[in-house]
């Protein structure tokens, strides 16, 4: 299995301008999870998606961020404008939640953003 | 909502046997115990998961006492390569069933660091 794939891997952009992350689930999978990683905060979960559909995005940080699930193959994270305050590292997570076996998450390496 | 506690860092050397505790004093009844491992530049791994008494796997064995109100993570005869920071999750197996994101979020974690 390829594992969860995101792209882009790293971007620089500059302050006010629209980011889009990508990020395509491990096969199979219903759930999936976008976290954003920052030396001050940690790991925050942000928005997760259970059969496309969203659960919870109450850590979704402000209306400047969204996120979509099309379909159980795609997902996509958008940021804005985007604000130097929003450089980081967006991991997306994906995982088979099952009542019997519970939820390990797989996670994808990350897309490092740098807004300038 | 259960809370862990983990030490911020932990030194040890090749060879040994590591021990990382987690507090999680307010573990609920359908509460699973789940480690994280993450590398600099990657997405966290799932190392082993546990509800009580004693689970091993080829990586890491996981004890939890009676009570459940703490747990250990063990990592048997470490490597430069174990190098990494460590996170202690707990939340329902089944994440629909009522408890939310409480499984999905990380705290700080452990940084672990192994020496020659």
């Known amino acids: 299995d390829a594992g969860v794939i995101q792209s882009p891997r790293h971007e620089v952009t500059e302050m006010g301008q629209e980011v889009t992350l990508r990020c395509k689930p491990i096969?199979?999978?219903?759930?999936l999870f976008w976290y954003r990683q920052t030396m001050m905060r940690g790991l925050e979960l942000l928005i997760y998606?259970?059969?496309?559909?969203?659960?919870?995005d109450s850590g979704m940080p402000e209306d400047r961020f969204s996120a979509k699930m099309p379909n159980a193959s795609f997902s996509t994270l958008k940021i804005q404008p985007s604000e130097p305050r929003d450089s980081a590292v967006y991991f997306c997570?994906?995982?088979?939640?099952?009542?019997?076996?519970?939820?390990?998450?797989?996670f994808g390496e990350g897309s490092w953003l740098t807004v300038v | 909502l259960a809370k862990t506690t983990q030490p911020i860092s932990m030194d040890s050397y090749e060879g040994q046997e590591v021990n990382i505790t987690c507090s999680h004093n307010?573990?609920?009844?359908?509460?699973?115990i789940t480690w994280y491992q993450q590398f600099p530049s990657q997405g966290p791994r799932f190392i082993i998961q546990?509800?009580?008494t004693k689970v091993t796997n080829e990586v890491a064995s996981l004890f939890i006492p009676a009570d459940r109100k703490s747990s250990t993570l063990s990592l048997p005869r470490v490597s430069l390569s174990d190098t990494a920071v460590y996170y202690c999750?707990?939340?329902?197996?089944?994440?629909?069933?009522?408890?939310?994101?409480?499984?999905?979020?990380f705290g700080k974690g452990t940084h672990l660091i192994i020496q020659p």
């Open positions: 997570a994906s995982s088979l939640v099952e009542e019997s076996s519970g939820n390990t998450i797989y």
């Open positions: 999750l707990v939340g329902p197996l089944y994440m629909y069933s009522g408890g939310g994101a409480d499984g999905l979020t």
């Open positions: 307010n573990i609920a009844t359908n509460d699973y």
């Open positions: 998606f259970n059969n496309n559909v969203p659960i919870d």
């Open positions: 546990g509800y009580k």
């Open positions: 096969s199979g999978h219903n759930s």
